[in-house]
């Protein structure tokens, strides 16, 4: 895990520019859904699709565009999409992998458009099992860092809830459990009366490729581009950028 902090710390900012183009809002409506769908319509008896609404709400979703997500979940209305989950990996500068987790309602078209958006920025689309051995699926429960909230504060909440670590990321405490502990955690945390960002599960890199800024800068700029695409939900990578170099990159 370690670097991971720099790497999330970067997310964070990203996510932010993400909200004001809409990008954000897009695919935690289409996670609502598909949890919906998945599980069924019902936050109380299915797990994952609380915590999409959750996430929804603390990004600042519109309470109607939620509403209206739980609905088409649900069957009702009549612009109800299907969507099917595929993985894609593949590879950025210096040797770093991505795991690309789409969303579609045309596999066609989002392999299409994502093999344009990495060969175009100098990445590359790999085999299916290529890149993929070095994630593992945890889960990942994630809470705001306050004054008065400490780092043994959090691990004391969740320890006995199967979480396996908890990282300081900077901006937030960062812990990390089993992908079927998570709800477990995220309730651990309530109950102590911690509030919490975001609780899912994620694909986490069981090692980092350390990499120079120009490597750090291309890197970025594959995942960006594949970001972008309507399809994508999200991206996974394994990359470690040094605190020179994202002081450096911060800079420009």
């Known amino acids: 895990m370690a670097g991971h902090s720099k790497w999330a710390t970067t997310k964070h900012k990203k ?43 603390k990004n600042s979703v519109p309470a109607d565009n939620i509403d209206r997500a739980l609905k088409r979940a649900s069957g009702e209305g009549e612009d109800g999409v299907q969507y099917e989950s595929i993985m894609y990996e593949g590879y950025a500068s210096g040797g ?3 795991l690309i987790e789409c969303l579609t309602d ?16 100098g990445g590359t689309l790999a085999d299916p099992g290529s890149v993929a051995y070095l994630f593992a699926r945890k889960g990942v429960v994630e809470v705001s860092k306050t004054d008065d909230v400490t780092e043994d504060d959090i691990l004391m909440a969740v320890l006995d ?10 901006e937030t405490y960062e812990i990390v459990s089993e992908p ?19 609780a899912e599960v994620q694909f986490v890199p069981s090692m980092k490729v350390e990499v120079n800024k120009e490597d750090a800068e291309k890197v ?7 970001e972008d695409l309507d399809d994508v939900q999200n991206v996974y990578s394994n990359v470690d950028i040094p605190d020179d170099v994202l002081a450096q990159m911060n800079e420009d």
């Open 161 to 170: 809830a199967g979480a396996d670590e908890v990282n300081d990321e900077g």
């Open 106 to 121: 045309n596999r066609n078209r989002a392999a299409s458009e994502l093999r344009v958006a990495l060969t175009r920025n």
């Open 96 to 98: 770093v992998a991505i």
């Open 15 to 57: 996510a932010a520019l993400d909200a004001k183009r809409g990008k954000l809002f897009a695919r935690l409506i289409k996670n609502i859904e598909v949890a919906g769908r998945t599980g069924g319509p019902d936050p109380a008896g299915n797990p994952t699709l609380y915590d999409a609404i959750q996430k929804a709400k």
């Open 220 to 226: 970025m700029k594959v995942i960006d581009a594949v």
């Open 180 to 198: 079927n502990d998570v709800v477990a955690v995220r309730t651990a945390l309530q109950e102590a009366g911690y509030d919490y960002d975001s």
